[in-house]
């Protein structure tokens, strides 16, 4: 029996990958490798995979039938982490259909695999804190309502949440909806800050802080998110129907201004900080209220943004050393 791991080259879904490998457990990944961001980083991920014992990828979009039908029959799927999605919000301004796409047609398409599979224990997927929108009461709450996205790439991950509602209603498919909140750590997304900002500072460019720097983030390390989602996919959604949303981040939102300044540190050089106005979509806080995935599966986020962001620069410094040649001729 396999897990299969949709965007299994992807920042999360590579990390989960080795996870369940390092179980012992044979993964079936599925990645479309699209330019969203450097495929070289997506093809680096996964020659870290592709080696390893237990471990099947095919390269094909989630938003084709035709994905599905080869898979069907090839393998025996127990459990299937659905983390494939376009993903970012600013991106979703420019490129309304990549998301529509790969998060709503492609979703459908993954609870319609789901529904034909007499294996089937659990679907896990991604979801996003993008969906708590504007939002003012904070730890936000899954009990929260939920029905006013700022953006597109939000109001498809709340789409998702209600597709899988009805997919466990009507077929009793045992469902988890995860609310990631900014994860990040080494083998991460270079559209998001926390790279942006290091990329930056390492070659001397500005950086623009929007919202004049008044931004929270609930930033939670990659491990911590691996942790729970594992742990969750271990642990069948129940009920009827069987379907879950959960919260999962760290609980300790970070100012922005505060995380750059942590980089900074560790960087040894100053950022040129260019203070701009909130862009559209964005939102200006995170803070993930995560009793219920305590309560779920005993989770407990361990690492702290000072360790986390540490590991991700020493990650960062090994693969692009030429930065690390710039950063230390410069400072030295
Ligand atoms: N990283 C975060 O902070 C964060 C926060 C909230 C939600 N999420 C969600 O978590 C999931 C994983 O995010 P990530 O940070 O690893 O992003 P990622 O972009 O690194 O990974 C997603 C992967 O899915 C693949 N993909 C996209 N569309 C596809 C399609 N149609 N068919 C097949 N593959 C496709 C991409 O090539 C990519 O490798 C996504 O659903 C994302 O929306 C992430």
Redesign the pocket.
């Known amino acids: 029996m396999s897990t299969l791991v ?2 299994a ?5 590579s990390h989960v990958c080795h996870r369940l490998l390092d179980r012992g457990e044979a993964v079936v990944g ?5 330019d ?2 450097d495929p070289a980083l ?1 093809r680096a991920r996964l020659d870290q995979l592709l080696p390893r014992s237990g471990f099947r990828f095919r390269q ?4 084709e039938r035709e994905t599905f039908d080869a898979l069907k029959g090839e393998v025996p799927i127990r459990r299937i982490v659905h ?5 970012g919000v600013r991106y979703s301004l420019d490129n309304p259909r990549a998301y529509i ?2 998060n709503v047609t ?1 979703h459908l398409e993954v609870l319609e695999f789901a529904r034909h599979l007499d294996t089937l224990d659990h679907l896990v997927y ?5 969906v708590y929108g504007g939002n003012t009461k904070v730890p936000f709450s899954e009990d929260d309502r939920v029905d006013q996205p700022v953006s597109l790439y939000a109001a498809t ?1 709340k789409a998702d949440e209600l597709m899988s509602y009805t997919y466990a209603h009507l077929y009793g498919i045992p469902q988890t909806g995860l609310r ?5 750590g080494p083998w991460g ?1 270079p559209d ?1 800050a926390y790279w942006i900002f290091t990329k930056a500072i390492l070659e001397g460019k500005p950086i623009r802080v929007f919202n004049n720097g008044e931004m929270w983030r609930d930033f939670t390390y990659i491990d911590d998110i691996v942790d729970g989602v594992v742990s969750v996919l271990d642990a069948r959604a129940e009920g009827s129907p069987p379907h879950r949303i959960l919260n999962i981040g760290n609980n300790r939102p970070c100012k922005l201004v505060d995380m750059i300044d942590i980089l900074e540190r560790l960087l040894g050089r100053k950022a040129n900080r260019v203070y701009e106005p909130m862009q559209p979509g964005d939102v200006e806080r995170t803070y993930a209220d995560i009793e219920k995935m305590r309560q779920a599966v005993d989770f407990a986020p361990r690492t702290d943004l000072a360790a986390g962001l540490a590991a991700f620069v020493e990650w960062y410094r090994t693969q692009f050393p030429t930065a690390r040649l710039e950063q230390g001729s410069a400072s030295g």
């Open positions: 949709t965007g080259a992807g920042f999360i879904g599925i990645d479309n490798m699209n969203y961001y997506k094909a979009d989630i938003a983390l494939a999605a376009q993903a796409r790969s492609g991604a979801s996003s804190s993008s991950k990631f909140f900014t994860v990040y997304r998001m």
